[in-house]
């Protein structure tokens, strides 16, 4: 099965979805945001035991498509407020997912890109693969993925990765318990065998059940949250500081805030 920005495989009730727009490194466009989201939402339904995520070429995902938010700048409050919500739509499909989730990182996972990699149950990654929550590079707010990694990490953590918006190396995201394993290319592909194989032998009730009881015991804070996000996310977009940021990027420039 394929999606349009996407490659999806099955192979014995393991769905694999492989990012692929390999010309922008993976980065997201509305597009491959709805196709993940129909993807999550199929394989929630459809007797996938263990979803896997990775990205095709030398990038696991650099996150939003700038060019995509550039081309919004013009576009109404309501409509930024829409795109916002399909991100938090996204994000929490993927979290809530009631299944086993594995990403496999390869090379750079920036912003969304870096989301989307930990908010998985399982991260297993290479020494290429390297993170950042870029956003307040481009003047952006890294609203909804900061509900996510003050889960994950705590808040002063959080606030570190977020503020300094730097990049940091598997092997430290792997001391801070964004990633669970590090390893060469091989290596990785002998654990993610391992881990499918130890999933796969447990109850899929019993996984499902305690996916949705952790999620339950997370909600409340999360629908706060992530309504804050939503319009912070959404907001940001209309400001002088993001649309210079986005103009800088692009022009391969410094920002002049």
């Not at 390999?22 to 997201?28: G, P």
């Not at 391992?194 to 009730?205: D, F, Q, R, T, Y």
Request: glycine content about 6%; proline content about 3%; hydrophobic content about 50%.
């Amino acid at each position: 099965m394929m999606a349009s920005t996407l490659q999806v495989s099955d192979a014995d009730h393991v769905r694999t979805i492989t990012l692929n727009r390999t010309e922008a490194r993976n980065a997201m466009t509305p597009e491959m945001q709805q196709d993940l989201i129909s993807a999550f939402d199929a394989a929630a339904s459809d007797g996938t035991r263990v979803l896997v995520i990775r990205g095709a070429g030398k990038a696991f995902c650099a996150g939003l498509d700038l060019r995509v938010l550039q081309s919004m700048q013009a576009v109404t409050a309501a409509e930024h407020e829409a795109s916002a919500a399909r991100i938090v739509r996204l994000f929490r499909t993927l979290w809530e997912l009631p299944l086993p989730t594995i990403a496999v990182v390869d090379g750079p996972a920036i912003a969304g890109g870096a989301g989307l990699a930990s908010l998985c149950d399982y991260t297993l990654a290479t020494p290429a693969a390297k993170f950042a929550y870029t956003e307040a590079r481009i003047g952006f707010v890294p609203a909804v993925v900061s509900a996510f990694l003050t889960l994950q990490l705590g808040d002063k953590r959080s606030r570190d990765l977020l503020l300094s918006a730097r990049v940091f190396s598997a092997e430290e995201a792997r001391a801070m318990g964004l990633v669970n394993f590090v390893g060469e290319a091989d290596s990785v592909a002998a654990r993610l065998q391992e881990l499918i194989a130890m999933l796969m032998a447990n109850s899929p009730e019993s996984l499902a059940a305690t996916k949705r009881l952790m999620a339950a015991q997370q909600a409340a804070w999360l629908d706060a949250s992530l309504d804050a996000a939503l319009r912070a996310n959404a907001a940001s977009r209309q400001t002088r500081d993001f649309r210079e940021g986005v103009a800088a990027f692009l022009e391969k420039r410094k920002p002049k805030w």
